[in-house]
């Protein structure tokens, strides 16, 4: 078998890659008021559907919210202070902006590396490498 034979075969045998980003959806937040205090329900889940640290992800919400937050025995979120589901869902499409989508590709493959104290967004799926700082 030639070269040109075999490639064609590898061709034919690999599988077709649906790449859009569209099959990335910022997910929805589960927010409710106590007291004082708003509670994110959902916290984990969000995590795991961003496939992000969650301490990560808690620190950009205090930043972007201006609130302190903990993370609860129950493992949700409570911020200090009245945050409508909107506004928490505008903070986390912020941050999958910036730490989840991929400036190249638009697609969610990707990881947080650090290199020399910056972070930086590594894609899977295309190979790019961007900072994250803004």
Known sequence: MDYDEMLDRGIEQT???EGSSERFEVP???VRQEGHAT???NFQQVCRDLDRDEDHLLKFLQDELGTSAHIDESNRARLTGEFSQ???RGA???YSERYVLCSECDLPDTSIEREQGAEILVCAACGARSSTSS
């Open 15 to 17: 599988p077709d890659i």
């Open 86 to 88: 909107g506004r928490i």
């Open 92 to 94: 986390i499409e912020a």
């Open 28 to 30: 929805e937040p589960e």
């Open 39 to 41: 509670v994110f329900e």
